[in-house]
């Protein structure tokens, strides 16, 4: 729906599908901004918009408006792998030709996207006379929301790149950059996210108050200063603004995937993986990444390892410090990192055979440790190694403060960085290659368009655990850092109490994470022995969990307090629930009125009344019943505790 406005100055409303959500955009003075109402109460005050460039006037002012373009887009669009497969693609858009009336008269779309629970726009230049290459000094775009609005943030530009703990703030308090997307709630109840959409060739977009007190756009710069250089036309990533009743309804939010474009190749060779991995030894002190008497990836580990994952029924198998660059503090070091030249004690041509006759899908690792003019140089050759190995999926890591390219320091997060990130995608799809990216760029589902960017990191993970994660983390992630996508949250490690690495959480949370964190890429984290000798029957829940759903169901949950979701297999007919809390213990009544008709059998995971994650972490209780649609399950959570719930149609 569109309504005119027959004033001097320009003004015009979009509405979405349901009319409920509305833009409002205006033209004033040859200046342009826009609001959003939702439920008629106005959530974005007049926000500006526009573009500082270096050597030229800023494209901001003595703009007229040429032309509108309106239509409407009614579209169910299916997802190869993820949380939903369907989602809906509906909304109205208005496309606003914008021309300056003086010299130089350049001219440039603002497109909006009105969803039912979502705001996008973004900036379109087209080629133009004296305007066709040009370096952006600053994005101007501004979210004036009010400032007693409460912020869930994490910062940017610090050493850990997007590994911090999500804190609470009111708007007021954002002086310093975050990054999105940034969780908001209105005072007068309204949950919102700000975030970007299909994020290209541009530096990433952090949020900051400017000197008026608004939250305005911080495009993440490159070492010379500006933000980007682009060729025109040149369209920027969607600006992308999620709007919800509720906390819950908030983490259901998927048109950042409807504003990203379908794949343009045949994706159909990549499938979701499950997999263990010569990895956790490492953290907690038995092996190590770099050669010697204790190093972890040797052929003779690496084939433990494999019979292990055929034994456990898991498909694959992470190889970590199987190549020349770990000597040493392979922190500092990384620019020797050669990834196609194996230790001398590890054989990669002898392990890829064996693991195919195991019928074992390898993910070959590559850290980069942010050396990217290092990495970039053997990139083909280090593809095509692999490739020609059978090795279809690879786990890269970028674990620097900075990225490196000839000597210069830049953002992960930069034009430069996206675009080094999006090489690696190509590229690896072109070999026909899956990635999961650790130290990543954050999601902007571009997965839509590449599947096969199966997984990243991009938040604290369970590595951090052993002191630097709270049971609140978890609890954080659903409504923050995963309404950009999956997460490698590096789940399943059940050895809780293990001297270096004491996890402050319950057995039966570590494996709630595989239904409330999802990864297109789910490593089941722990040694293979922990889970065939110690825990054989919680370990069945991580075999049955799959790695792809049908559709998702939040059920519960208060944004660093608790999160309760199910969801259903891709592939059968069974559902899966999980829930975690924070450090108070909850008890969660769960309505089965989703379920189809017809028994389930109900395979449930909890936490035992005494457990505790950090005087019981092991208690935990493991039954099954038949269940239906109409009846219910009231679950216990413990301090720093969880559930898993498998649901089989009998
Ligand atoms: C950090 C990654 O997150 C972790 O998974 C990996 O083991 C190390 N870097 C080494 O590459």
């Keep these: 729906m569109f309504k005119w406005f027959s004033h001097s100055e320009i003004e015009r409303d979009i509405f979405s599908p349901d009319s409920l959500v509305r833009c409002h955009f205006t033209l004033k003075s040859g200046r342009i901004s826009y609001a959003i109402y939702k439920n008629d109460k106005l959530i974005i005050k007049p926000s500006k918009l526009g573009f500082k460039i270096c050597g030229e006037a800023p494209l901001q002012d003595n703009l007229k408006l040429v032309r509108t373009q309106v239509k409407k887009h009614a579209e169910i669009i299916e997802l190869q792998w993820g949380e939903d497969r369907y989602i809906n693609n509906n909304y109205t858009e208005a496309a606003f030709y914008l021309a300056e009336n003086k010299d130089p008269k350049r001219i ?142 908030l983490t259901t939010n998927r048109t950042m995937y409807a504003l990203n474009d379908p794949p343009a190749q045949d994706f159909s060779w990549v499938k979701t993986l499950k997999f263990i991995g010569i990895w956790w030894a490492m953290y907690v002190g038995e092996w190590t990444w770099a050669p010697g008497e204790r190093h972890g990836a040797t052929t003779a580990h690496a084939k433990e390892y494999i019979d292990a994952a055929v034994r456990l029924g898991i498909a694959g198998l992470l190889i970590e410090g199987w190549n020349e660059g770990w000597e040493g503090d392979w ?13 001398s004690d590890f054989d990669l041509e002898e392990v890829a055979s064996y693991a195919r006759h195991k019928g074992i899908e390898l993910v070959g690792h590559h850290e980069t440790v942010g050396f990217i003019d290092n990495y970039e140089k053997q990139l083909e050759s280090a593809y095509n190694y692999y490739a020609a190995n059978g090795v279809h999926y690879i786990k890269t890591g970028y674990a620097g403060s900075m990225m490196m390219i000839n000597g210069r320091r830049e953002f992960h997060h930069s034009q430069l960085g996206v675009n080094h990130y999006q090489k690696t995608v190509e590229l690896a799809a072109k070999k026909h290659i899956c990635l999961d990216i650790h130290e990543p760029i954050k999601g902007t589902g571009i997965e839509r368009t590449w599947p096969n960017l199966l997984s990243r990191e991009g938040a604290r993970g369970q590595e951090y655990e052993g002191g630097a994660l709270s049971p609140s983390h978890a609890c954080f992630l659903p409504y923050t850092r995963l309404l950009a996508g999956g997460m490698d949250y590096t789940s399943g490690i059940l050895d809780l109490a293990n001297s270096v690495k004491r996890m402050a959480t319950t057995l039966a949370r570590q494996i709630a994470y595989f239904v409330t964190i999802y990864s297109g890429m789910a490593m089941a984290a722990d040694r293979p022995f922990i889970y065939e000798d110690r825990f054989p029957e919680v370990f069945k829940f991580i075999l049955d969990v799959p790695t792809n759903f049908e559709k998702t169901l939040p059920l519960a949950g208060e944004i660093g307090r608790y999160y309760v979701v199910a969801r259903k297999d891709r592939d059968s007919l069974d559902w899966y629930i999980g829930g975690v809390t924070n450090e108070e213990g909850r008890r969660i009544h769960i309505s089965l009125d989703f379920l189809d008709s017809g028994v389930y059998q109900a395979e449930i995971y909890a936490d035992s009344d005494d457990a505790h994650y950090r005087e019981n972490p092991f208690g935990i209780n493991i039954q099954q019943k038949h269940v239906g649609r109409g009846e219910a399950l009231d679950l216990y959570m413990a301090p720093g505790g969880g559930f898993a719930i498998r649901l089989k149609k009998l």
């Design 108 to 249: 440039m779309t603002l497109r909006f996207r009105i969803f039912d629970n979502s705001v996008a726009f973004r900036y379109e230049i087209p080629p133009q006379p004296k305007f066709q290459r040009i370096t952006i000094k600053d994005e101007l775009t501004e979210f004036n929301i009010d400032l007693n609005t409460t912020a869930w943030k994490i910062p940017a530009y610090q050493p850990d790149r997007y590994e911090y703990n999500y804190e609470r703030a009111a708007v007021y308090d954002l002086k310093h950059s975050v990054h999105t997307p940034l969780t908001l709630r209105t005072q007068s109840g309204c949950y919102l996210a700000i975030h970007e959409a299909a994020l290209y060739n541009y530096g990433s977009m952090t949020i900051k108050l400017n000197d008026q007190q608004i939250l305005k756009t911080d495009i993440t710069p490159l070492s010379d200063g500006s933000k980007a250089h682009v060729d025109l036309p040149f369209s920027t990533p969607w600006r992308l603004i999620m709007l919800a009743d509720s906390a819950i309804e």
């Design 331 to 343: 922190l500092e070091n990384g620019i020797n990192n050669k990834f196609t030249v194996s230790t």
